[in-house]
């Protein structure tokens, strides 16, 4: 219960009421903006809110808001340049703390021999399978294929990177339906991609890109699918 009342005030506090006006403020003034502070106030008065004004949870709500402004500043300094990189530290370091004060001063006992359980280190290696190694994989499968793609699709502009997300994310998608034992619906996934490859497919000059789209949805399809069936096999 303490745990949610946490992370409801952290929500709120972080991306419910604070407008996007603070956030370049922050950015611009960095230690010295105002709603630096205002914001760890907020949070302050969230966590008393959603603990009811307990003073026993005082402490509590000391060290959250204090390192939450701490945090906060130190992210405005940008110590790693990559944005996207910083948010997730940001929010892993919030969470971090979140969950020290849970487990000190809660029943709420963590035993990490069950975090670190066999089947918790199978889907890990599993994911690791279907997101980075298979795309390298795949990367080097098309690698025959390269000079013949690129002639076919110079004249098309794409977002850099998208279709290696593309693929990871379906190769998520197809391996939590294969544990779910949800055939149909990785039927549906299949049906869906078709549909927005038409364009690229009803456009391309030559069949050579419509034969690399079909492979390369296939293969990932199917290494998806051996990943998640072998999952299965092993935990269950």
């Known amino acids: 219960m303490l745990v949610l009342k946490l992370l409801i005030a952290h929500v709120l506090g972080d991306f419910v009421l604070?407008?996007?006006?603070?956030?370049?403020?922050?950015?611009?003034?960095?230690?010295?903006?105002?709603?630096?502070?205002?914001?760890?106030?907020?949070h302050a008065l969230l966590l008393l809110i959603v603990l009811g004004f307990q003073i026993k949870y005082l402490w509590k709500i000391i060290i959250i808001s204090i390192s939450h402004l701490v945090i906060d500043g130190i992210k405005l300094l940008k110590p790693i340049?990559?944005?996207?990189?910083?948010?997730?530290?940001?929010?892993?370091?919030?969470?971090?703390?979140i969950g020290l004060v849970v487990r000190q001063w809660s029943d709420l006992n963590i035993d990490f021999s069950t975090v670190v359980s066999e089947q918790n280190l199978l889907l890990v290696l599993s994911l690791l399978l279907l997101t980075s190694v298979t795309s390298i994989v795949l990367k080097v499968v098309f690698s025959v294929w390269?000079?013949?793609?690129?002639?076919?699709?110079?004249?098309d502009s794409s977002?850099?990177?998208?279709?290696?997300?593309?693929?990871?994310?379906?190769r998520l998608f197809v391996f939590a339906f294969v544990v779910l034992n949800q055939w149909q619906a990785i039927g549906f996934l299949l049906a869906a991609k078709s549909v927005f490859r038409f364009g690229d497919l009803?456009?391309?000059?030559?069949?050579?890109?419509?034969?690399?789209?079909l492979v390369g949805t296939l293969l990932s399809f199917g290494i998806a699918i051996v990943i998640g069936l072998t999952y299965q096999y092993l935990s269950f």
């Open 18 to 42: 604070q407008p996007n006006k603070w956030v370049k403020h922050k950015e611009r003034k960095k230690w010295a903006s105002k709603y630096l502070y205002i914001h760890t106030a907020i």
């Open 81 to 97: 340049k990559n944005s996207r990189i910083l948010f997730f530290a940001d929010q892993i370091a919030h969470l971090t703390v």
């Open 159 to 170: 977002l850099k990177n998208a279709g290696k997300y593309i693929g990871i994310l379906e």
């Open 202 to 213: 009803t456009k391309a000059k030559d069949r050579k890109l419509t034969e690399y789209i």
């Open 146 to 155: 390269n000079k013949e793609i690129e002639e076919v699709s110079k004249e």
